[in-house]
């Protein structure tokens, strides 16, 4: 009868060891190393005559159109004209978890006010965070995160703008796979410029909207909300009226099986107080993609 038992038994260990063995194989592997990517976005923007380049996110636009007031506002006399901008922002993006991630890079642009395409010159360089500080995870609370990012226009002199923007967004999934849900949120940049005679007050969106994700693994995502921004002065005359308006983003991406963009685009429009447009092409370049 030990003999029977001790049989059982190495028997019994036995499976157990193939078990564990057969599961360990069928578990995928953690990835040893973060995402590690260039997220290219290319954007084309309208912009009316007697307002800065505004809105959603952190392109270089803002910073850009920002630092060319500054500079040229003295020599418009009729005031800020209308413009279109490409731009292109290349910051490097290495997602440390799956709950922060960690970017900088430079941005350019080039500029036509009427009379023919500006060259495309480095406009400003940029480095944030974005972190999500709390996961729904199937609960009742949702998702919170945020959006840090610090932007300097080039060159340094005088004129040259800081903008701190800050993107706080709320994310309710209402299924498990978070393939559907409702979006809440509020972005406030603050701009400096070096200048005594030159002034830009805050900008703020608050906004609510909504994404639902295709079997397919296309996504689409709307934003609606409310911008207020305080205007700009320069050397005691006004650059930029105030104003108060809608805003509306949509955006379209196409994901991987992990939630990875592999392409997207934005239309974003928002009346300042007369409708600016901008499209934006987001074409990540990867290094390491898990």
Known sequence: MRAVAMGLACLTISASSAFATEAEEAAPAKPTVPNVYLDLRTSYATIPAGTLGLGFGTTSLSAAFEALAARRGTTLPNGLPTAKSIAVDLPLTVDVTDRVSLYGGVSGSTTDFGGGWSSFDITSWNIGVQADLYQQNGGRIPTITLQSTLTQSVPNE?????????????????????????????????????????????????????????????????????????????????????????????????MDDNDNRLFGITALIAWTPKPSYQVTLRTPLYAVRN
Do not use: C
């Not at 830009?200 to 996504?219: C, D």
């Open 158 to 254: 005088t004129g040259m703008t800081n903008s701190f923007n800050n993107i706080l967004e709320f994310d309710y999934a209402l299924d498990e796979d978070e393939t559907r849900g409702w979006l809440a949120g509020v972005q406030y940049t603050h701009t400096t410029i070096a200048s005594p005679f030159a002034s830009i007050r805050p900008n703020t969106i608050l906004y609510a909207g909504g994404y639902y994700q295709w079997p397919s693994n296309w996504k689409f995502t709307g934003r609606l909300g409310m911008q207020s921004f305080g205007g700009a002065q320069l050397a005691g005359r006004t650059i930029a009226e105030s104003f108060t308006q809608p805003i509306l983003r949509l955006d379209l991406d196409r």
